[in-house]
Each structure stands twice: as C-alpha cells, then as structure tokens.
C-alpha cells in the first residue's frame, strides 16, 4: 500500500479543521475524538479525498438550550 500524498493529506487535514470549526460554532464537544471516530472516503481511482467525523454518542452541547450532559458522573468506557 502506497503512503499519503502531501495532497491527500491536505484535504483531510483541512476538512477535520473544518469539521471541529463547525462543531465549535454550534457549542458542540465531540469529547472522543480518535482516528478511530474518522471515517476515511476515497473516490473511485483510490485517491483519500475526503474526511468525516463520527460518533458523537458522548458529545456534548454548551448551548443553555440542550440537554448538557448526560454523561455526567459516569464513566465511559468505548
């Protein structure tokens, strides 16, 4: 298996910046992010073109209007 171009890593790099802007934007703390939690996309050729954030199960939202933490004092274990 060929490694990352500077390229592909480009592209995912700036949609992962993207994607935590977005969430910061909407007071959103993804709070287990891992390469594990990155789905990974490629186009028909092979080529990693795209990147997407997943599994927000123990996110939580600083907007006063949701729901903060349900999570709190509880361990979580993936």
Same mark, same amino acid.
């Given at each position: 298996?060929?490694?990352?171009?500077?390229?592909?890593?480009?592209?995912?790099?700036?949609?992962?910046?993207?994607?935590?802007?977005?969430?910061? +934007?909407?007071?959103?703390?993804?709070?287990?992010?891992?390469?594990?939690?990155?789905?990974?996309?490629?186009?028909?050729?092979?080529?990693?073109?795209?990147?997407?954030?997943?599994?927000?199960?123990?996110?939580?939202?600083?907007?006063? +209007?949701?729901?903060?933490?349900?999570? +709190?004092?509880?361990?979580?274990?993936?």
């Amino acid at each position: 298996m060929a490694g990352l171009t500077m390229e592909e890593v480009r592209t995912v790099f700036m949609q992962l910046i993207d994607a935590l802007s977005y969430l910061k +934007e909407k007071m959103v703390i993804h709070r287990d992010l891992k390469p594990a939690n990155i789905l990974f996309l490629t186009d028909q050729n092979g080529v990693l073109n795209n990147a997407k954030i997943i599994d927000l199960g123990v996110a939580i939202s600083l907007d006063p +209007e949701y729901v903060t933490d349900v999570f +709190e004092n509880k361990t979580v274990v993936p």
